[in-house]
């Protein structure tokens, strides 16, 4: 019971990429081939958001929900790591047509075939883990 704010946040999350269409498989793919601006809109807007929320944390010293200060790693100067995760990361969105939230919402949009990509996804993130301490990080 008490974790059912989260259960609506996410409904609300949902509502919002439903809506704002980017679980769209169309609108990923415009954007990739530099069609529409309408992803860049979105991806834009969620950067300034989290950009304002992290000063905002860094400012006032919040807390998460259970009270544990939120700890902030320095930067990394490692340019080649980041262009690698990254292309992986998009490698992985445009063959898919969906990154990590929106995924779970096709499923509950209906799309079935999204249960293959979020299980795949899963599979990822546990190698990921088996193998984490071979990488360089």
């Not at 919002?16 to 979105?42: C, N, P, T």
């Not at 998009?90 to 990154?99: F, I, N």
Request: glycine letters at 14%; proline letters at 4%; charged letters at 10%.
């Amino acid at each position: 019971m008490k974790f059912i704010k989260f259960l609506f946040v996410g409904i609300l999350f949902g509502i919002v990429m439903a809506k704002s269409q980017a679980l769209s498989w169309y609108r990923i793919q415009e954007m990739f081939r530099f069609q529409s601006f309408h992803m860049y809109g979105i991806i834009g807007t969620a950067v300034v958001i989290g950009v304002i929320g992290t000063a905002l944390i860094k400012r006032f010293g919040w807390k998460d929900y259970q009270g544990n200060e939120i700890p902030f790693a320095p930067k990394e100067k490692s340019f080649w790591r980041y262009l690698l995760g990254g292309s992986i990361f998009g490698l992985g969105w445009a063959l898919s047509g969906a990154c990590p939230g929106p995924m779970v919402v096709n499923i509950g949009y209906g799309f079935v075939s999204f249960i293959a990509v979020v299980f795949f996804a899963v599979v990822g993130t546990y190698v990921y883990g088996l193998i984490q301490d071979k990488l360089p990080h």
